[in-house]
């Protein structure tokens, strides 16, 4: 039996770089602050048709008020083009963000913390778009704006740098990703304190690195102290669903599936209370518990798991996304084993053509999935 494909960011999910960037808060807010703010509020609530129609707004009042060249008005343009991006519109997002980059260059320069806010979101969409190559170059001059600007223990850089390994993960480079997210750690530690939530973010992507280069004990104690440090916010704090995702997925791999499985159940209950059932990180949820099922026989108890993992994604991301790929892979795995070679092969072809395109023919999944299919 082949070894199902992990669900790589399931270790660690992306730091995300669009900021919800908002002015002071005075007594009175401008008309423009309004609708800014409610739009970022119907984001959070999943109301994506509605977060656009009101950041539009806001942008329209903004420049009435300013003009085109400010920054107010460059702000809500990388607000909208996340909300573009959720409905994935994504050429509306990415010229939403250029139109934000122009702004903050003749504002600024070329060499502002703006630019590289700015630099970091196109890259973020390049990658999520499956462009990776042009999202590398991207995010190594935000970084190094920001070292220039900033000095080298900013907080701002451990974003930057948790973005840019996250890349580099996504592209199997690890040796390159593993000093970045030791970095990242190192100065969130210094500038925000040990038991911040960011830092229990660092920790978890460095231990989602150890785990992928088979240092599983130097793992768990981190993913423990992640974990130990989120509890902190409530037990249905949104980022507990992660720390007890990453936690099950290493007791699964050193065989302690009686532990992680209810560490997984929570984790999906939680991901559904706090962001509803149609959200990416539900199907990350769905798809690791699946396999852990899968992995204990239940195979009759996966594959509608498995199913549903697929629809979100397809939903959220479109046919051609990784996260789309390995969803077929695991599902094509697991019809092979229940006697459904007919209906799994095609689904496996499919993965494969999406991990040549996004991770090219020569990534480490992109040849376990053809190896996969020669013997299918």
């Not at 060499?111 to 995010?139: F, G, K, W």
């Not at 704006?145 to 080298?152: E, V, Y």
């Not at 948790?162 to 997210?181: H, M, Q, R, S, V």
């Not at 009686?258 to 959200?279: F, R, T, V």
Request: aromatic share 6%.
């Amino acid at each position: 039996m082949k070894k199902h494909i992990p669900k790589e960011y399931s270790i660690c999910l992306m730091v995300f770089c669009f900021a919800f960037l908002m002015a002071p808060v005075f007594a009175q807010l401008d008309e423009w602050e309004v609708f800014n703010q409610r739009a970022m509020s119907l984001y959070d609530q999943g109301k994506y048709d509605d977060a656009v129609a009101t950041a539009q707004k806001a942008l329209s009042r903004a420049e009435e008020k300013f003009g085109r060249q400010h920054s107010s008005v460059s702000t809500i343009l990388n607000n909208l083009a996340l909300f573009y991006k959720a409905q994935k519109r994504h050429i509306a997002a990415e010229s939403a963000i250029r139109q934000a980059m122009e702004i903050d260059e003749k504002l600024f320069g070329p060499d502002h913390p703006a630019v590289a806010r700015d630099l970091n979101n196109l890259a973020q969409l390049y990658q999520d778009t499956s462009r990776v190559a042009e999202a590398e170059p991207l995010m190594k001059r935000a970084l190094e704006i920001d070292t220039k600007s900033l000095g080298p223990d900013h907080p701002d850089l451990a974003i930057d740098l948790n973005n840019l390994a996250l890349l580099y993960k996504e592209l199997g480079k690890y040796t390159k990703a593993e000093p970045l997210f030791r970095r990242a750690l190192r100065i969130d530690e210094r500038a925000l304190g040990p038991d911040h939530p960011d830092v229990a973010t660092d920790l978890n992507n460095l231990a989602g690195i150890l785990q992928n280069t088979d240092r599983l004990a130097e793992a768990e104690p981190l993913m423990r102290r992640a974990l130990k440090i989120n509890e902190k916010s409530g037990p249905n704090y949104p980022h507990m669903a992660r720390d007890l995702n990453n936690l099950a997925q290493l007791l699964k791999a050193t065989g302690r599936l009686a532990e992680a499985e209810p560490l997984m159940i929570k984790g999906l209950k939680i991901e559904q209370q706090s962001k509803g059932p149609d959200h990416p990180h539900v199907a990350i949820q769905l798809s690791n518990l699946a396999q852990l099922l899968k992995d204990t026989n239940r195979l009759s108890e996966a594959e509608p798991l498995m199913r549903r993992a697929l629809q979100i994604d397809e939903k959220s991301f479109g046919p051609d996304h990784p996260a789309v790929g390995r969803d077929l892979n695991n599902l094509a795995l697991l019809l092979k084993e229940t006697g459904f070679r007919e209906e799994g092969r095609p689904l496996l072809e499919r993965a494969l053509k999406i991990f040549e395109k996004s991770l090219g023919a020569d990534h480490s999944t992109t040849k376990t999935v053809r190896k996969s299919l020669s013997v299918y």
